[in-house]
């Protein structure tokens, strides 16, 4: 576990501190999101777009020397995060309404 949290700085941030309510306000919009979108595909273009904002910051992360740029990565790529797992969410809830109405 710890090789694996020396990479991903994001994933190590929120768990050692209580910066994932980040996190969270990020899950709530793209489960907001998802519901309103209605489509599956566009909700899944979305998460897509979401892991790859995540990713990036990741890298930035380990790339970037600059403490205000990695600040910034880091508070983007927790909401990105928390956006990937909101649209999984969204997903399931649209796939079971769009089932219920037909």
Same mark, same amino acid.
């Given at each position: 576990? &710890?090789?694996?949290?020396? #990479?991903?700085?994001?994933?190590? *941030?929120?768990?050692? !501190?209580?910066?994932? /309510?980040?996190?969270?306000?990020? %899950?709530?919009?793209?489960?907001?999101?998802? +519901?309103?979108?209605?489509?599956?595909?566009?909700? /899944?273009?979305? &998460?897509?777009? !979401?892991? %790859?904002? #995540?990713? %990036?910051? *990741? /890298?930035?992360?380990?790339?970037?020397?600059? #403490?205000? @740029?990695?600040?910034?990565?880091?508070?983007?790529?927790?909401?990105? @995060?928390?956006?990937?797992?909101?649209?999984?969410?969204?997903? +399931? +809830? !649209?796939?079971?309404? !769009?089932?219920?109405?037909?």
């Amino acid at each position: 576990m &710890e090789v694996l949290v020396k #990479y991903l700085n994001i994933v190590d *941030e929120i768990f050692s !501190s209580d910066i994932g /309510i980040f996190m969270f306000g990020g %899950l709530i919009a793209a489960i907001v999101i998802s +519901i309103c979108l209605k489509m599956t595909k566009k909700i /899944i273009i979305s &998460e897509f777009i !979401s892991l %790859l904002i #995540y990713v %990036l910051c *990741e /890298i930035g992360l380990n790339i970037s020397a600059d #403490y205000m @740029l990695g600040f910034v990565m880091l508070f983007v790529g927790i909401c990105a @995060l928390g956006c990937v797992i909101g649209f999984i969410i969204g997903l +399931i +809830i !649209s796939v079971v309404l !769009s089932k219920r109405r037909c």
